[in-house]
């Protein structure tokens, strides 16, 4: 059970520190946590998601609650089945972009409010451990089955504005992107990559993030005629995108895309963006007429805050993209479906459009494994005590021509970078000066 409970889940490798008898506890936890009388549980594709599903189900089940069975759905659907059906909470059985062997829980409140932990994990965490659970009630709950795939789809087809034809490439990954993408059924012509649902990940790992695992779309799309390319993760709560000439879209961009699309029906609206992103991201949301709001990293944050200003549209840098119409929670289709809207009723190609955005230099995130993060920290302040300096993630350093964040891991000896400048030449001298400084 070591090092299972995350900062914004609970995580770990199924038979080893993730079992089913600790599912069953997890379970139990849950209730005894949040009192939830009605919990809906949605779970990937994964071999080992159904055993931890009739595990969970036994310990809520166990304390009187009803348990609503999704069965495999996306983690976009789990939350729109939260507040669809009036739960108490929601559970989603994932393991994310992890490879095969890994598994977890996502955990929310009524209306799709995650727990964090800060928010609830930690707490469960000690109910576990300590088996301080509430008294198991006099009659037991049930287990009932709920198909949110149809509700979900026709509720996100409203948002279609789809005006040419259009071929694009999706790639599955073998995941629940699979489902995810009944969306588009019939809006556009898609061309899958990896349709059949196989949590062993027989083709490539389900991480748009991990530019390895983008070859084969690369490929497909450099080899054929398509529009741009969608690829999915593993619970389909994330999608990375490739322009007409299969080129990796930065997710920031696409944040700036859909925000500039949100906003012009809704001038003044209240848009989010994690502080990793681009400064063009804040500058095309200002030259929208748009309010620009940064958040630290984390959709438990992101979302809290969004509620707070009844914020629109939010994005973040690992490709989640929020929408007030699911929660104020993720939906790749609904990404997805601006990105075609936006290419179908335009005379360009996708990487004319992205093109006057890109107006940066950005290193993207890089890793460093250090003996002290928090000395690390220190240092870079005193360095660049001249900054202009931000506290709300980590430190943030920002000068007339370049910025930087850099945050610590909450679970590993590790400090991230992530560094932008207004030539491609002061971006990698930066660079390379800032990660002298965390290395040495």
């Not at 309010?291 to 629109?312: C, T, W, Y």
């Not at 002061?426 to 290395?439: F, G, S, T, Y």
């Amino acid at each position: 059970m070591a090092g299972i409970f995350k900062a914004y889940d609970i995580r770990g490798i199924y038979g080893e520190s993730l079992t089913d008898e600790i599912a069953f506890k997890i379970g139990r936890a849950i209730f005894t946590f949040l009192g939830c009388r009605k919990v809906v549980v949605g779970r990937d594709m994964r071999p080992h998601s159904k055993p931890l599903f009739d595990a969970l189900a036994r310990g809520l089940v166990l304390h009187g609650a009803e348990v609503v069975d999704l069965g495999m759905c996306s983690t976009p659907m789990s939350y729109y089945a939260n507040k669809l059906l009036g739960a108490d909470a929601s559970v989603m059985i994932t393991a994310s972009h992890n490879p095969g062997p890994w598994n977890g829980f996502k955990i929310c409140r009524a209306s799709a409010i995650p727990l964090s932990g800060a928010t609830g994990i930690l707490d469960i965490e000690r109910i576990v451990r300590d088996e301080d659970f509430a008294p198991v009630a006099p009659a037991k709950g049930r287990v009932v089955a709920y198909d949110v795939v149809p509700a979900y789809v026709e509720h996100f087809r409203a948002f279609a504005d789809v005006r040419r034809p259009l071929k694009v490439l999706v790639d599955y990954a073998n995941a629940m992107g699979i489902v995810e993408a009944k969306v588009f059924q019939g809006l556009f012509d898609v061309a899958p990559l990896f349709d059949v649902l196989d949590g062993t990940f027989p083709n490539h790992e389900a991480n748009p993030l991990d530019t390895h695992t983008l070859a084969a779309a690369q490929k497909a799309v450099r080899a054929g005629r398509f529009d741009f390319a969608a690829c999915f993760d593993g619970d389909a709560d994330r999608v990375g995108f490739l322009d007409e000439k299969g080129d990796i879209i930065p997710m920031d961009m696409i944040t700036a895309l859909i925000a500039r699309m949100v906003l012009a029906k809704n001038p003044g609206a209240n848009i989010f963006y994690d502080l990793r992103s681009s400064w063009a991201v804040k500058e095309v949301i200002l030259e929208n007429g748009g309010v620009p709001n940064q958040s630290r990293v984390g959709h438990a944050f992101i979302k809290a805050q969004m509620r707070e200003k009844d914020a629109l549209f939010a994005g973040e840098l690992s490709g989640h993209y929020y929408f007030k119409e699911n929660s104020f929670a993720e939906s790749s289709a609904l990404a997805v479906l601006f990105i075609a809207n936006l290419v179908s009723q335009s005379n360009q190609p996708l990487s004319q459009l992205i093109a006057p955005i890109r107006r940066y230099f950005a290193s993207g995130e890089i890793n460093s494994t250090v003996a002290d993060a928090p000395a690390v920290l220190k240092k870079l302040r005193a360095k660049y005590a001249d900054a202009s300096i931000l506290e709300l993630d980590g430190l943030s350093f920002e000068y007339p021509t370049w910025w930087f964040n850099v945050r610590c891991s909450n679970t590993e000896p590790l400090v991230r970078l992530n560094l932008e400048a207004k030539t491609q030449a002061e971006m990698e001298a930066r660079r390379d000066e800032v990660l002298a400084q965390i290395r040495g």
